[in-house]
């Protein structure tokens, strides 16, 4: 099985909530091989609402028909559809393949090397929204805020390559700093599960932070 135990830790999960192994058949009919990572995060994680439903959203097996694409897989979409997410049908057989990311569903452009990146980064968005502890709306910050933050918290290490552009951050594995490019400033939001490292965060980015 795929370790999740990052994306667990942020959201507190404990225990399995996923589609069974009858639900995921249905999209193995209509693609045949499926990646295996894909599988695990369907089989153990496909079901929590608040990773996979918060603002953007994974597509429920019953619901793959209706993002029924030639070339790819498609797996997420962007909360109104302005970009979706999928792996592409050559790709299906690998055990961890490439995500790639399209506005139109005709141009397609790779986002991310391998689907367990894409997931935790996924987890990571989605938790800004979803977490108990959070700010109540995004903020305003510079450059110099941004070096700031880069200085003093430990970088992810996983970005959204061509949506957006999204960075994350935090010193705990149940918290998470998010940092969106906007034009020639950024938008800041952050959050996590445990008060008192919430209450550690907003000390520091509060400061920092216009509220938008």
């Known amino acids: 099985m795929t370790d999740f135990t990052m994306i667990k830790q942020l959201f507190r999960i404990t225990k399995r909530n996923g589609f069974s192994h009858d639900e995921i058949q249905i999209i193995k009919n209509n693609f045949g091989a499926l990646p295996q990572v894909f599988i695990d995060y369907y089989l153990e994680l496909g079901k929590d609402e608040r990773l996979n439903h918060t603002q953007d959203?994974?597509?429920k097996p019953e619901q793959i028909q209706y993002f029924k694409h030639s070339e790819y897989l498609i797996f997420y979409c962007e909360n109104q559809?302005?970009?979706?997410?999928?792996?592409?049908?050559?790709?299906?057989?690998?055990s961890n393949p490439p995500v790639y990311m399209s506005y139109d569903e005709k141009v397609w452009e790779k986002d991310f090397e391998t689907l367990t990146d894409f997931f935790h980064a996924m987890a990571y968005l989605q938790s800004v929204f979803a977490l108990e502890y959070g700010c109540e709306s995004f903020y305003s910050i510079e450059?110099?805020?941004?070096?700031?933050?880069?200085?003093?918290?430990?970088?992810k290490g996983i970005s959204f390559q061509h949506w957006i552009g999204i960075e994350f951050y935090g010193n705990y594995n149940d918290s998470i700093i998010t940092v969106l490019k906007?034009?020639?400033?950024?938008?800041?939001?952050?959050?996590?599960?445990?008060?008192?490292h919430f209450d550690?965060?907003?000390?520091?980015?509060?400061?920092l932070a216009v509220e938008k």
């Open 57 to 59: 959203y994974l597509i």
């Open 81 to 94: 559809r302005v970009c979706v997410w999928g792996i592409h049908k050559n790709d299906l057989f690998k």
């Open 143 to 155: 450059q110099t805020d941004l070096d700031f933050i880069r200085e003093n918290f430990n970088n």
């Open 182 to 196: 906007n034009n020639d400033s950024f938008d800041l939001i952050y959050a996590s599960s445990d008060r008192e």
């Open 200 to 207: 550690e965060m907003d000390r520091v980015l509060s400061k």
